[in-house]
C-alpha cells in the first residue's frame, strides 16, 4: 500500500491578519542566578566530527532536560557524573540543585564519547545513555511527591554511541514495555559523493514479560537510516508509529526477525540483473550482441527471422523470442559470430527513420545502447527549448523572480523538508508531508501523554502542531499561532535555541552568549491606546522583551515552562520569571 499524501490544515482563527508587530518592553525581568558545584559535562566535537550532521546532532545538543511530567523541574549531569535536578516551588527561596543518580561508569576514561542524554518516559521511568554506548532504563518512583533512590532496571552496551531522542512507556496485558529513540551518526566507507557519513535512528524496545519477571530484554531492534539528522523524532503514545521530520527520507535497513522474511523478498526483486544482450540501431537498421555461452559452435546456435517476430536459441536455451517493435525485412538481416565470443545479429527495418523504443515488445531483458552521434543529433532539435543565458529577452512581459529582492530569510532550502510517519509493525511509510518553504523551527511537549509538538513558519508566523495517531484522516491539529515569529527568528544569526511555553503564552530563543529574548502573545492593555493610522482602538498588544545574563560562559542548556526559563551556561543556571500566574 502506497503512503497517502497529507497536507496540515491550517485554522484560520487561529490567525491575526491584522497584527502590527512586537512593541520593545522595557520592563524588567526578574532573574536570578545559581552557581554549580561542578560543571557541566560539556562534551565538544572532535577532529572527526566535521559535519553539518555532527553539528546538528551534537553540538548544538541541549544539555538541559524538563521533566515535563512535573512543572518547573529541570536536570542536567555534571562532569562528576551525578544527574542533578532542580525543582522550583519558589524563586526568592531556591535551592542548591540536588544529586538524584549518578552514572555508574568513569566517563573521563573514554576518549570518543558522546554527550550523555536523559529523557523522562514516564511519571516513575527515566531512559539514560551515558554517551559511550550504554543504554539505561531508570525506576524512579513518583519524582513529583519524595522521590526514593533511582534504581536501573535495564542496561545493556549497544555498540556506538549514540544520544536519546524520544521514549514512551507503554502497558499491554500485563507487558511493561519501553520504547526508545536512539540517533547515531556512523562512517560510511562506501559513500565516496556524500560527506562519509550517515545518520542511524534506532527504534528499540525493552519489555518485562509480567510482574513476576523483573528482568527486562530487549524485543524490537528497528534501524532507518538517512542522511540528514531529522529535526523531529518521536514515537506515538501507543507504539504503533513513528513520526520523522527531516531534510533526506528515512529508510529501513534492519528489522526483526519475523519481517526480515518479506523484506528480503522485496529487496531480490530489485537486485539489478545483467542484461542478457545489448542493442542499438540507426535509422536503417538493428544490431543486437548476445554473448555466447562457453563451448558454443556454429551448431549450437539457432535463429528464425520472421516479418514481425525473431527467436534466438544457444544451446537449446530460449535466449531472445517474441513480437518486434517493427517490422523488419526478414532476408535482408543476418547474423555472425565475432571474435570475442559474441553474437551480433543485424536487423533490417522497413519503416527507415523510426526510431525503436524497444526491441522486442515487453522484454526487459537487454539494455539499450545510445550512439554519441545520435544523443549530440537529439540535443540539437530540443536546442529551442532551453539557453545558456539566465534571462535572454528582458523586455517580455513577464520578466523571471530576481533573487535579490528576497530578503535572507526568505530563502529556503532547495531541497524541502518532509514529515513521514512510519508503521510500527511493518517500518513502511504510511503518511507523507511535503513541508515545502515550511521551515522547521522547534518542538515542545505540550501534554506528556501525547507526542511532542513541532512548530514551522508558514509565511510570517509560526505555527504549532499537534499530532495525533488516534485520528487517520487529520493527524496533525494546529493548536496556536506565534505571530509574525518566522519572520523575526530568522534576523537572528547568533539563534542557538528556540523554545515555547506549553500553554503558548510565550516564546523565546536564546543566543550563544549572553542574550535571551521573549515574544509575548498579544495580551489586553490596562490603558487605552489607539492607532492613530487607522483610528481605531488597541485593545491588545503583544510585547517583546530582552534578558541580557551576567556571564560569558556560552549557553549549554534552554527549557521553557508556563512561568519561568530555564538558561544553563558552564558554570551557571539562570532562572527568569516570566509568568507571575499561570
Known amino acids: 500500500m502506497e503512503a497517502a499524501n497529507c497536507s496540515l490544515r491550517v485554522k484560520r482563527p487561529l490567525l491575526d491578519p491584522r497584527f502590527e508587530g512586537y512593541k520593545l518592553s522595557l520592563e524588567p525581568l526578574p532573574c536570578y542566578q545559581l552557581e554549580l558545584d561542578a560543571a557541566v559535562a560539556e562534551v565538544k566535537l572532535r577532529d572527526d566530527q566535521y559535519t553539518l550532521e555532527h553539528m546538528h546532532a551534537f553540538g548544538m545538543y541541549n544539555y538541559l532536560h524538563c521533566d515535563a511530567w512535573y512543572q518547573d523541574s529541570v536536570y542536567y549531569i555534571d562532569s562528576l557524573g551525578r544527574i542533578m535536578n532542580l525543582t522550583v516551588m519558589l524563586d526568592t527561596a531556591l535551592g542548591k540543585p540536588r544529586e538524584v543518580f549518578r552514572l555508574p561508569t568513569d566517563l573521563t576514561a573514554y576518549d570518543n564519547r ?47 554511541p549514540f544520544i536519546i531522542i524520544h521514549s514512551i512507556s507503554l502497558l499491554k496485558a500485563e507487558e511493561h514495555s519501553v520504547a526508545v529513540l536512539l540517533l547515531r551518526i556512523e562512517k560510511e566507507e562506501l559513500d565516496m559523493k556524500g560527506s562519509g557519513f550517515y545518520v542511524s535512528l534506532e527504534w528499540v524496545t525493552v519489555s518485562k514479560k509480567n510482574e513476576d519477571s523483573k528482568k527486562y530484554e530487549i524485543t524490537k531492534h528497528h534501524v532507518l537510516r538517512g542522511k540528514s539528522v531529522p529535526h523531529y523524532a518521536a ?21 526483526d526477525q519475523e519481517l526480515e522474511e518479506s523484506m528480503d523478498e522485496d529487496r531480490s526483486e530489485k537486485i539489478k540483473v545483467e542484461p542478457l544482450y545489448y542493442w542499438q540501431q540507426t535509422d536503417d537498421d538493428l544490431t543486437v550482441t548476445v554473448r555466447l555461452p562457453e563451448n558454443c559452435a556454429k551448431e549450437d546456435i539457432e535463429i528464425r527471422f520472421l516479418p514481425d517476430n525473431i527467436s534466438v536459441m544457444l544451446k537449446d536455451v530460449q535466449v531472445l523470442e517474441g513480437k518486434l517493435y ?52 537529439i540535443a540539437e532539435r530540443l536546442m529551442h527549448l532551453t539557453s545558456d543565458e539566465l534571462n535572454p529577452n528582458p523586455d517580455k512581459e513577464k520578466p523571471p523572480c530576481n533573487a535579490q529582492e528576497l530578503e535572507e530569510c526568505d530563502i529556503f532550502f532547495e531541497e524541502s523538508s518532509s514529515l513521514c510517519r512510519f508503521d510500527g509493525n511493518t517500518l513502511k511509510t504510511t503518511h507523507v508531508v511535503n513541508l515545502g518553504s515550511n521551515q522547521y523551527l522547534f518542538s515542545v511537549t505540550v501534554d506528556p501523554k501525547e507526542m511532542p509538538c513541532f512548530c514551522l513558519r508558514h509565511d510570517v508566523d509560526a505555527l504549532l502542531w499537534q499530532p495525533h495517531c488516534s485520528q487517520q484522516d487529520d493527524m496533525w491539529e494546529h493548536i496556536a499561532t506565534f505571530n509574525a515569529l518566522g519572520y523575526v527568528q530568522a534576523s537572528k544569526r547568533d539563534k542557538k535555541f528556540f523554545a515555547c511555553s506549553p500553554n503558548s503564552s510565550y516564546a523565546a530563543l536564546c543566543e550563544c552568549l549572553r542574550r535571551v529574548f521573549i515574544y509575548r502573545q498579544p495580551a489586553p492593555m490596562s490603558t487605552v491606546l489607539y492607532n492613530r493610522k487607522e483610528g481605531r482602538h488597541v485593545g491588545q498588544v503583544a510585547k517583546q522583551q530582552v534578558a541580557s545574563l551576567e556571564t560569558n560562559d556560552p549557553i549549554l542548556g534552554f527549557q521553557a515552562t508556563n512561568e519561568r526559563l530555564f538558561v544553563l551556561t558552564t558554570k551557571n543556571l539562570f532562572l527568569i520569571k516570566v509568568n507571575t500566574e499561570n
Request: some cysteine; hydrophobic content about 35%.
Open 235 to 255: 514515537v506515538e503514545p501507543d507504539g504503533n508509529g513513528l513520526m520523522v521530520v527531516s531534510y533526506k527520507s528515512f529508510k529501513v535497513v534492519s528489522v
Open 114 to 160: 558522546l554527550c550523555a542524554s536523559i529523557h523522562f518516559t514516564s511519571p516513575t521511568c527515566v531512559t539514560l545513555s551515558d554517551g559511550t554506548g550504554r543504554l539505561y532504563v531508570i525506576g524512579t518512583g513518583d519524582r513529583g511527591n519524595n522521590p526514593e533512590k533511582w534504581e536501573i532496571v535495564f542496561n545493556e552496551e549497544l555498540g556506538n
Open 326 to 377: 517493427s517490422s523488419i525485412d526478414h532476408e535482408s538481416s543476418a547474423w555472425t559470430i565475432k571474435e570475442n565470443d559474441s553474437l551480433e545479429i543485424t536487423l533490417i527495418k522497413k519503416n527507415e527513420g523510426l526510431m525503436w523504443p524497444e526491441l522486442v515488445v515487453g522484454d526487459k531483458q537487454g539494455e539499450l545502447i545510445r550512439d554519441p552521434a545520435q544523443c549530440a543529433a
